[in-house]
């Protein structure tokens, strides 16, 4: 069942803008929302709206084992090459 989670979201990684995929990496690769906004020159309230709006996008849920956080990375080390780069526009919001 968890499997099957974050191969699903693998396939909405499209859905997410520019942005959006800048932060999942950083999420991936264990930054905290602050650092992140840090990075990204982002409020620590929009780096909060913007993790939760990707979560949802990609229908990651947490579960009593498993954070959202965790579940990203699943998430991306699924994902195929390529599949998590840039797109040449931003999706809308």
Same mark, same amino acid.
């Given at each position: 069942?968890?499997?099957?989670?974050?191969?699903?979201?693998?396939?909405?990684? !499209?859905?997410?803008? %520019?942005?959006?995929?800048?932060? +999942?990496?950083?999420?991936?690769?264990?930054?905290?929302?602050?650092? %992140?906004?840090?990075?990204?020159?982002?409020? @620590?309230?929009?780096?909060?709206? %913007?993790?939760?709006? %990707?979560? !949802?996008? +990609?229908?990651?849920? @947490?579960? @009593?084992?498993?954070?959202?956080?965790?579940?990203?990375?699943?998430? +991306?080390?699924?994902? @195929?090459?390529?599949?998590?780069?840039?797109?040449?526009? !931003?999706?809308?919001?």
């Amino acid at each position: 069942m968890l499997e099957l989670t974050y191969v699903a979201a693998t396939s909405r990684l !499209d859905r997410l803008g %520019i942005q959006e995929r800048q932060v +999942l990496q950083l999420i991936a690769h264990g930054q905290s929302d602050a650092a %992140i906004g840090r990075q990204l020159g982002l409020s @620590p309230l929009a780096t909060e709206e %913007i993790s939760t709006r %990707i979560f !949802d996008k +990609l229908g990651l849920e @947490p579960s @009593p084992y498993l954070s959202r956080r965790v579940l990203a990375v699943l998430t +991306l080390r699924q994902a @195929p090459a390529g599949a998590t780069g840039a797109r040449s526009r !931003d999706a809308a919001h």
